[in-house]
């Protein structure tokens, strides 16, 4: 059973290519007074990995080893400050979905983050649901979808910077309007006055 006072956040970790959705989950837990951050590492057969055929030793190994991958992956997203909430890293076993549902479930968890597949032209993700689109309908708390800006062209911001103090008009713009079922064109001034004239 958890508090209700605390505030948890489940953070699934593939690989080194999650470390942005860690350094989210941190960026968030900065805000809370009282909060841990579980980062949620699963063994699956997706990795090549067979529990039921494995022995007791080469298991243990395997989950020692993925522990000690995950507080390397911390201490390269927390830096040298720390954090200053709790951390915990917990290694489980299964299929992923499930055990990031069941994860989110027994620690109460606010929010579960996870990464943005990587970009798919093929369209092949349209007809196959990914782990991300899957978890949104089934996991117990939000789902926070964590896209780094790397991954995808960042567009030039559409809001530009204000005039400088003294310039009366920003620019002219074409703005269309719509109005008895013509469509039509109307030279219109953005902005206005900022600022004291020269």
Not at 45 to 55: E, I, K, V
Request: glycine share 8%; proline share 8%; charged share 25%.
């Amino acid at each position: 059973m958890t508090d209700s006072n605390h505030t948890h956040f489940v953070c699934a970790v593939g690989s080194e290519d999650d470390l942005p959705v860690m350094r989210e989950a941190y960026r968030l837990a900065r805000h809370y007074d009282d909060a841990t951050v579980h980062l949620v590492h699963v063994i699956s057969t997706a990795d090549g990995f067979d529990a039921r055929g494995a022995n007791l030793a080469e298991l243990d190994e395997r989950l020692r080893m993925s522990r000690a991958h995950l507080w390397q992956l911390h201490e390269r997203a927390a830096g040298s400050a720390g954090t200053p909430f709790g951390v915990h890293v917990d290694v489980r076993i299964g299929e992923r979905e499930d055990a990031l549902i069941q994860a989110a479930d027994s620690l109460a968890a606010q929010v579960l983050l996870v990464g943005c597949p990587p970009d798919d032209p093929a369209g092949y993700m349209a007809w196959h649901p990914t782990l991300t689109a899957r978890l949104s309908f089934a996991a117990p708390c939000s789902v926070l979808v964590v896209r780094p800006n790397e991954t995808r062209d960042v567009p030039k911001p559409v809001v530009q910077p204000p005039p400088a103090p003294g310039v009366h008009e920003r620019e002219i713009e074409t703005i269309h309007t719509y109005r008895g079922g013509r469509v039509g064109e109307q030279r219109a001034s953005v902005g206005g006055t900022f600022g004291k004239p020269a």
